[in-house]
Antibody, heavy 119, light 107 residues
Framework: QVQLQESGPGLVKPSQTLSLTCSVSGGSIGSGNYYWNWVRQSAAKGLEWIGRVYTSGSTNYSPSFKSRVTMSLDTSGNQFSLKLSSVTAADTATYFC???????????WGQGTMVTISS | EILLTQSPGTLSLSPGERATLSCRASQSVSSSYLAWYQQKPGQAPRLLIDGASNRATGIPDRFSGSGSGTNFTLSISRLEPEDFAVYYCQQYSSSLTFGGGTKVEIK
């Protein structure tokens, strides 16, 4: 059974880069027809899709984050990552990694990790 | 960007009652690329309905989805105690966006 687990710092300083990793267990991230996504949730903005990296490594980002987000796939480590630059307090949220089959909803989610932006 | 508006914001019902949740899109959602999720406190969302009307694996048949274009509905035929939660709609027709959620609470 495939499982996702987010990891990374829980506290990031303003203007710095937020870096998170999603480890995939029970299946190979480099095979199959899947989008590997990052979604965040805050009280102010609700659920927001940040972007996704496909099994091939190609990426697609939400216009809201495009200028400061980078996602990548690490097939040897069976994980994918999120980097969000120039963070502000508005980026304080719970960050989820999630899997999606093209033309379908998110069928698998990590448990989420809370990230606070504060000096 | 397709905006999704969910109503009502809160639904107060008793176990055994029927729940009807609405999701309205600012423009047409093509191919019924709309999903519904359930979220409980401290948990990730769980996929309930995919493609507007298809129940996800393991979802009880008391959950049903309908609609097309700009109007979609999630129905729960008879509320069980474990169904009291927040429900979100999400479209994947044009980029991906979520609605603001409907909280189903115990009356």
């Amino acid at each position: 059974q495939v499982q996702l687990q987010e990891s990374g710092p829980g506290l990031v300083k303003p203007s710095q880069t937020l870096s998170l990793t999603c480890s995939v267990s029970g299946g190979s991230i480099g095979s199959g027809n899947y989008y590997w996504n990052w979604v965040r949730q805050s009280a102010a903005k609700g659920l927001e899709w940040i972007g996704r990296v496909y099994t091939s490594g190609s990426t697609n980002y939400s216009p809201s984050f495009k200028s400061r987000v980078t996602m990548s796939l690490d097939t040897s480590g069976n994980q994918f990552s999120l980097k969000l630059s120039s963070v502000t307090a508005a980026d304080t949220a719970t960050y989820f990694c999630a899997r999606r089959i093209p033309a379908h909803g998110f069928d698998l989610w990590g448990q989420g990790t809370m990230v606070t932006i504060s000096s | 960007e397709i905006l999704l508006t969910q109503s009502p914001g809160t639904l107060s019902l008793s176990p055994g009652e029927r729940a009807t949740l609405s999701c309205r899109a600012s423009q047409s959602v093509s191919s019924s690329y709309l999903a519904w999720y359930q979220q409980k406190p401290g948990q990730a969302p769980r996929l309930l309905i995919d493609g507007a009307s298809n129940r996800a694996t393991g979802i009880p048949d008391r959950f049903s989805g309908s609609g097309s274009g700009t109007n979609f509905t999630l129905s729960i035929s008879r509320l069980e105690p474990e169904d009291f939660a927040v429900y979100y709609c999400q479209q994947y027709s044009s980029s991906l966006t979520f609605g603001g959620g409907t909280k189903v609470e115990i009356k």
